[in-house]
């Protein structure tokens, strides 16, 4: 067994952990924190995306070892208190779940894309962005509109 | 996936005496491969060795008319740096169209040659830019780095420390995608350096190759007119539930003339 030491959504959190230990199994198993989904075993459904250190990352492809040390936000970490972020409002708003089991990894890879890419986003560009978060329910369409949405209300406009 | 000791190093002179005294040891560098391989017992290393502390292979450099890129650089490092936007555009396009943004934040360089997935897009380019695999131990020729499907000219105890790539005076790499994966089906790099046009052609066949015949047709010259004449052999072509045979020998023609064009726009 292996001790990591990570700080998840602002709270530093340590763990005895196998070295095969997934990340998404530590935040799941140990921490109980289960809005990071696991839907494939093939690293391309991002149902289980979270961010390490600020940068998206599917949890299912990496060791809870390898993030020792690390920032990690998940979907718990993104409202304040009972405030849906505004990326979720916009997913709320615009009809951009429908099971729901893909949204985590959808809001935290949207929030990346914004990081990168700021709050103005075209189609084109969010739908290119997602290319690594599969849903199997809405076709795409409210999804791509809520992440625009979620983008332009995070500017503040 | 079955359970292994894991090490992180700090150097690469502790890496390969990491991997040395293992028994059955891997290297993992993004994981992005390694971890799926792992997770369906397709491989159980008794020992992973972590390259991920490795400060000094991470970067890019342009040194003269060379990039210099090191094996722990991640796809988005690449495609976002300007340098190499500047020095290779065409690399750079390369690295932003590799999987998902999140397989970009993890998955390196260094990992995807290492790997030599036969449909993997880098390998197309370290062949026809004419790049040079530097290594713990030596310098190896892009042209003769993969040798057969998800094998390539390293030792068990070797590890990339970076790829050089001469700055091409035109590049362009199209692909055609499979829509689930991103991996190229056919992805075709071609580059003019020097007064020579070379293509790296990868996802058609077992290994990343040159097009010698293609070259040929193209004699030096960015004018894809010769292309359709090209007689490519159908035989050995990868054949799947992606696509037949025929058709990869025709996308290998298609996505060269596309490259051709791109390069001379
Ligand atoms: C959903 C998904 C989509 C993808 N789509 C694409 C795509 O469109 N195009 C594409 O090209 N690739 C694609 N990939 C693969 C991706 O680019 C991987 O990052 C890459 O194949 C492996 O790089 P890595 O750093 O993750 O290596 P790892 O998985 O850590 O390692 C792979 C292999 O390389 C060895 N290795 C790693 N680094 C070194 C080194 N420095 N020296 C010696 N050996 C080393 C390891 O021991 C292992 O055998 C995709 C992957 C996923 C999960």
Do not use: W
Not at chain 2, 229 to 243: F, T, W
């Amino acid at each position: 067994m292996v001790t990591v030491n990570i700080t998840v959504n602002g709270k530093p959190v340590s763990g005895e952990v196998e070295s095969r230990t997934l990340l998404v199994q530590f935040l799941r198993d140990n921490l109980r924190l289960t809005g990071t989904h696991v839907g494939c075993d093939t690293s391309q459904c991002g149902a289980c995306v979270v961010h390490v250190d600020g940068k998206s990352i599917k949890s299912c492809t990496l060791l809870a070892v390898q993030a020792d040390g690390a920032e990690v936000t998940t979907i718990e970490g993104v409202a304040n208190g009972s405030e849906l972020h505004p990326m979720q409002q916009a997913f709320m708003d615009n009809h951009g779940l429908q099971c729901g089991f893909c949204t985590p990894g959808m809001v935290m890879t949207a929030l990346d894309i914004v990081n990168r890419n700021g709050n103005n986003l075209d189609e084109a560009t969010v739908r290119k962005e997602l290319e690594g978060n599969i849903c199997r329910c809405t076709g795409y369409h409210n999804i791509v509109k809520s992440v625009q949405a979620g983008a332009k209300n995070m500017g503040g406009s | 996936m079955y359970e292994f000791n894991y090490r992180k190093v700090d150097s690469v002179d502790a890496a390969v005496e990491a991997i040395q005294q293992a028994d059955d040891g891997k290297f993992v560098a993004g994981g992005q491969t390694m971890l799926p391989t792992m997770k369906h017992r397709l491989a159980s290393p008794s020992d992973v060795i972590d390259l991920g502390g490795i400060a000094e292979l991470v970067g890019v450099c342009v040194e003269g008319d060379t990039v210099i890129i090191g094996a722990m650089t991640t796809h988005a490092a690449v495609a976002a740096s300007a340098e190499v936007q500047a020095a290779i555009p065409a690399l750079a396009k390369l690295a932003a169209n590799i999987g998902d943004p999140a397989v970009r934040n993890k998955g390196t360089i260094g990992g995807s040659i290492a790997n030599h997935d036969p449909a993997a897009d880098y390998p197309a380019a370290v062949i026809a830019l004419g790049a040079t695999v530097k290594t713990s131990r030596r310098e190896i020729p892009g042209e003769e780095f993969f040798t057969d499907m998800f094998e390539t000219a390293l030792e068990e105890d070797e590890i990339i420390t970076a790829v050089t790539f001469p700055v091409a005076e035109m590049a362009a790499y199209m692909k055609f995608e499979n829509p689930a994966s991103r991996y190229a089906i056919v992805g075709v790099f071609v580059a003019k350096t020097g007064g020579e046009v070379r293509v790296g052609v990868t996802g058609a066949t077992s290994c990343a190759h040159r097009g010698l015949q293609l070259e040929a047709a193209l004699g030096g010259q960015l004018d894809a007119s010769g292309i359709d004449a090209v007689e490519l052999p159908v035989e050995n072509m990868n054949s799947d539930i992606h696509a037949s045979a025929e058709y990869r020998a025709h996308l290998v023609k298609v996505m060269t003339k596309r490259a051709v064009e791109a390069c001379a726009q």
